[in-house]
């Protein structure tokens, strides 16, 4: 189990394909991730992505880096502060701040930052991490 404190960070650039894939799974169509003009006079100036795109990043920080692999979550709380555009880079954070001692849970502090930093989501997490055991036969391959 990680440490109190243990934190990973993990960046990408969010695309045009990111919005037409997730919309592909979900059936988001909302214009303000399609209709540059009308996104445009809107509050927020600018194409924008679905809040699954932006706070995606968190769930592979989570499943890859930390807690790491076998790791899903139980519960989050998330507030998304500030839209984010098509195009933008973000960074994704969690931080440890609790590890229960008689199961392998985990509570997370969850950042999202644009290139500029600002704060585009913030809030908590709490994983649980499956031991993952291969195989023999697995590990030899």
């Not at 769930?59 to 998304?80: M, Q, R, S």
């Not at 701040?97 to 199961?103: A, F, I, Q, W």
């Not at 290139?115 to 055991?133: F, K, N, S």
Request: glycine fraction near 10%; charged fraction near 25%.
């Amino acid at each position: 189990m990680p440490a109190v404190g243990s934190f990973a960070e993990r960046s990408r650039r969010v695309t045009m394909r990111d919005i037409e894939a997730f919309t592909e799974m979900t059936g988001d169509r909302n214009p303000l991730h399609y209709d540059r003009e009308l996104a445009e006079s809107t509050v927020f100036g600018k194409l924008i992505v679905q809040g699954g795109v932006t706070s995606g990043i968190l769930n592979a920080i989570v499943a890859e880096d930390l807690p790491g692999p076998g790791t899903v979550f139980l519960g989050v709380e998330w507030k998304f502060s500030k839209a984010v555009g098509v195009d933008e880079e973000i960074t994704g954070r969690v931080e440890v701040t609790k590890v229960r001692e008689d199961k392998p849970i985990v509570t997370l502090t969850t950042t999202i930052r644009n290139a500029e930093g600002d704060v585009c989501l913030t809030g908590t997490a709490t994983t649980y991490t499956v031991p993952l055991r291969r195989n023999a036969a697995a590990a030899a391959e």
